[in-house]
């Protein structure tokens, strides 16, 4: 059983340039999850999505940030229009739901380490 | 912004010897998780302790968990050079969103052989 898989592994761009960020969830999990997380710092919440409900987007920092995700498997992160300050490690993970979802552990990638020049 | 604040920032101690960090948050939660992470690597979920459970114990480690102090902590007994990491605390937040884990800055934890 695969675990949870993030593309590229490091991604290094121009400021300004776009940026897609892929996720590929453990299979059967419902939850997936975005976040950031600086150099040094703890994780920063972006998105939530769970099943067909509408995703909690609260943690968005800017509406250049926008996540999809396909039913129940692959998300992508799209940065748009990217900045010096957007650089950062973008960590992915997924849980699974059901009978005390309330508890579940989530499941990491190793992350993308963005770096923005 | 931050629920979860790990103490102390870094800890530094030799092989054997025990390791506790510390964890406080701000609002009611339903569970309380600890994650450790490799350098380079993504977050390895360690133990979830649940809002009516005081300690609970998973090989090596023992979470307590303080409800009326809002606090946590982890203990690593016999410690070894592989448990060279950073830990963290990640709190839920009681009536809010499933999907909205907040984590501490995490302690870094230094084993020397």
């Known amino acids: 059983g695969a675990g949870v898989s993030q593309s590229p592994s490091n991604k290094v761009t121009e400021k300004g340039k776009d940026v897609e960020l892929r996720c590929d969830p453990i299979s059967g999990h419902t939850a997936l999850y975005w976040y950031r997380q600086r150099l040094g710092q703890g994780l920063e919440f972006l998105i939530y999505?769970?099943?067909?409900?509408?995703?909690?987007k609260s943690g968005l920092p800017s509406d250049r940030f926008s996540a999809e995700r396909t039913g129940e498997s692959v998300s992508t992160l799209t940065i748009q229009r990217t900045q010096q300050e957007d650089s950062a490690v973008y960590l992915c993970?997924?849980?699974?739901?059901?009978?005390?979802?309330?508890?579940?552990?989530?499941?990491f990638g190793d992350g993308t380490r963005l770096s923005i020049l | 912004s931050q629920q979860g604040e790990e103490d102390p920032q870094a800890l530094s101690i030799q092989e054997g010897e025990n390791a506790t960090m510390n964890c406080s948050y701000k609002?009611?939660?339903?569970?309380l998780q600890w994650y450790r992470q490799n350098s380079g690597r993504g977050l390895v979920h360690l133990i979830l302790i649940r809002s009516n459970e005081r300690e609970k114990h998973s090989g090596r480690l023992r979470v307590t968990l303080d409800t009326s102090k809002k606090s946590s902590s982890l203990l690593i007994t016999a410690s070894r050079a592989a448990d060279t990491a950073s830990y963290f605390c990640?709190?839920?937040?009681?009536?809010?969103?499933?999907?909205?884990?907040?984590f501490g800055k995490g302690t870094k934890l230094s084993v020397k052989p």
């Open positions: 999505f769970q099943g067909n409900s509408a995703p909690d």
């Open positions: 609002t009611s939660i339903n569970n």
């Open positions: 990640a709190t839920d937040h009681y009536g809010g969103s499933q999907g909205n884990l907040i």
């Open positions: 993970a997924s849980s699974s739901t059901g009978m005390g979802w309330l508890h579940q552990p989530q499941h």
